[in-house]
């Protein structure tokens, strides 16, 4: 597997290479935002970034940003890394479609195990179709696109996989703690705050499609069972 580290520190970065190295991973570095796009793009393509949120050139933000935008890496899962530990910088390095994130000073442990994590979820469960129809939505699965009417909706690589939770667990109860569990990864430190926010959202983007996602107050959500029963 190999890891791309868009590092400026570079003691930092020699010392986040080795211990992924001993773990036996392949890394590649780059000092800068510019460098770091460069290298997201270079064949073989990374299988995960580690981006740091404060670079000399681009802020972290806007190299994720970029990458989303952007057919072959848009869905590279990316780990936002940053000394910033408030909840608003969290919460911006996801809209923006970062898959987690760390505070510095982080245990490189914390991060394999971290790194470990999205390259697991990031796997296709085995048997699972690519292609789901469910009324006036289709999504892709392998593709990252969805669609309502046949008409493409722009989603965030967060934002898809929390559509993708509701779609594939229709009809069953997904508790707050479970979806950040499931679609932030268990040791994201977000509030369940965070999930009402993205979940109004995304109903925003699936515009009348939204329906199909049905609050259960105090206790999460629910995707509808079947499409008829948002217009029963």
Same mark, same amino acid.
């Given at each position: 597997?190999?890891?791309?580290?868009?590092?400026?520190?570079?003691?930092?970065?020699?010392?986040?290479?080795?211990?992924?190295?001993?773990?036996?991973?392949?890394?590649?570095?780059?000092?800068?935002?510019?460098?770091?796009?460069?290298?997201?793009?270079?064949?073989?393509?990374?299988?995960?970034?580690?981006?740091?949120?404060?670079?000399?050139?681009?802020?972290?933000?806007?190299?994720?940003?970029?990458?989303?935008?952007?057919?072959?890496?848009?869905?590279?899962?990316?780990?936002?890394?940053?000394?910033?530990?408030?909840?608003?910088?969290?919460?911006?390095?996801?809209? !923006?479609?970062?898959?987690?994130?760390? +505070?510095?000073?982080?245990? $490189?442990?914390?991060? @394999?195990? *971290?790194? &470990?994590?999205? =390259?697991?979820?990031?796997?296709?469960?085995?048997?699972?179709?690519?292609?789901?129809?469910?009324?006036?939505?289709?999504?892709?699965?392998?593709?990252?696109?969805?669609?309502?009417?046949?008409?493409?909706?722009?989603?965030?690589?967060?934002?898809?996989?929390?559509?993708?939770?509701?779609?594939?667990?229709?009809?069953?109860?997904?508790?707050?703690?479970?979806?950040?569990?499931? !679609?932030?990864?268990?040791?994201?430190? +977000?509030?369940?705050?965070? $999930?009402?926010?993205? @979940?109004? *959202?995304? &109903?925003?983007? =699936?515009?009348?499609?939204?329906?199909?996602?049905?609050?259960?107050?105090?206790?999460?959500?629910?995707?509808?069972?079947?499409?008829?029963?948002?217009?029963?």
């Amino acid at each position: 597997m190999l890891v791309l580290v868009i590092e400026d520190e570079v003691d930092l970065a020699t010392t986040v290479e080795y211990n992924l190295r001993a773990e036996g991973f392949t890394v590649r570095l780059a000092h800068s935002g510019r460098q770091g796009l460069a290298s997201a793009t270079a064949d073989p393509l990374p299988d995960i970034i580690v981006l740091d949120l404060m670079l000399p050139d681009l802020s972290g933000t806007e190299i994720c940003r970029r990458l989303r935008d952007q057919e072959r890496t848009r869905d590279i899962p990316v780990i936002m890394c940053t000394a910033k530990g408030e909840e608003i910088d969290r919460v911006v390095g996801f809209e !923006v479609g970062a898959d987690d994130y760390v +505070v510095k000073p982080f245990s $490189v442990r914390e991060l @394999v195990l *971290r790194i &470990r994590a999205l =390259l697991r979820r990031a796997n296709r469960v085995e048997g699972e179709p690519s292609l789901i129809k469910f009324g006036r939505l289709k999504i892709d699965r392998d593709a990252h696109r969805a669609w309502v009417d046949e008409a493409e909706i722009g989603l965030t690589a967060l934002e898809f996989r929390l559509l993708h939770a509701f779609v594939s667990r229709r009809g069953r109860v997904q508790t707050r703690d479970a979806l950040l569990s499931d !679609v932030w990864g268990i040791e994201a430190d +977000v509030t369940t705050r965070t $999930v009402d926010t993205h @979940v109004k *959202r995304l &109903r925003e983007k =699936l515009g009348d499609a939204g329906m199909y996602i049905e609050t259960l107050r105090g206790v999460g959500y629910r995707f509808k069972d079947a499409p008829e029963e948002a217009t029963a």
